[in-house]
């Protein structure tokens, strides 16, 4: 079935940098893509997603990007903020998995 | 704004106790979903729906069971409760299967 694999686990950054997280998938047909963000204590809630008819998605200073052929795609922070310190999971569906399957998470962590 | 709610924010319970976690809807969403979040693992799929009635197995169910009597409710069952089984608890539901999930605040639970 369907895997997920995303890295790194944890990410460390200075405010202002640039985050990168990545996340590689197995099944082709895969065609749907969400990012997930859950600050501390709180529920996982929806940034951006992507669907594989589009190989970029910007919304502000983040944005998320797909490759199909080598079955990969990331999220992108640009200029990060404290407030970006969170846990992010990326996840990816098909019409075979019909569900999401999610990655085990990257911690982010922004220090001023 | 989709609303997705969890009976409780908290819980303690002895082993061998029965345990009832409940989830509520109000998008009259069709699919609704359980996950158990332990640190390291990310979000494990315990069980979903897509109908009134109707269940899945996800990837760990073993120890749980679930009941969907109405559309807007979606119930996770310990039937013995076991300290294996102390975890976060996350509910989801979504309009469409493979797409966009929104998840209930979570239920921490702690079994001695």
């Known amino acids: 079935g369907e895997n997920v694999e995303q890295h790194p686990s944890t990410l460390s950054v200075q405010e202002g940098d640039s985050a990168v997280i990545k996340c590689t998938y197995s099944?082709?047909?895969?065609?749907?893509f969400p990012w997930y963000k859950q600050e501390l204590g709180k529920r996982p809630q929806l940034i951006i997603d992507?669907?594989?008819?589009?190989g970029e998605k910007k919304d502000q200073r983040i944005a998320v990007t797909l490759n199909k052929t080598a079955k990969h795609f990331s999220l992108h922070i640009t200029e990060t903020q404290p407030e970006d310190s969170a846990v992010y999971f990326c996840?990816?569906?098909?019409?075979?998995?019909?569900?999401?399957?999610f990655g085990t998470g990257t911690r982010l962590q922004v220090f001023p | 704004d989709v609303k997705v709610t969890q009976s409780s924010r908290y819980l303690v319970k002895r082993t061998g106790e029965k345990v009832f976690l409940e989830c509520v809807q109000d998008?009259?969403?069709?699919?609704m979903f359980w996950y158990r979040q332990d640190p390291g693992l990310g979000l494990r799929l315990i069980y979903f729906s897509y109908d009134v009635k109707m269940k899945e197995k996800g990837d760990i169910p073993e120890g749980y069971s679930v009941s969907r009597e109405k559309k807007e409710r979606f119930s996770l069952i310990l039937e013995s409760a076991s300290t294996n089984q102390t975890s976060m608890y996350l509910c989801?539901?979504?309009?469409?299967?493979?797409?966009?999930?929104?998840f209930g605040p979570g239920t921490r639970l702690l079994v001695l």
């Open positions: 998008m009259d969403h069709e699919n």
């Open positions: 996840a990816a569906s098909s019409y075979n998995t019909d569900k999401l399957i």
């Open positions: 992507i669907r594989s008819n589009v």
């Open positions: 989801a539901s979504s309009l469409y299967r493979g797409e966009t999930q929104y």
């Open positions: 099944d082709s047909a895969s065609n749907y």
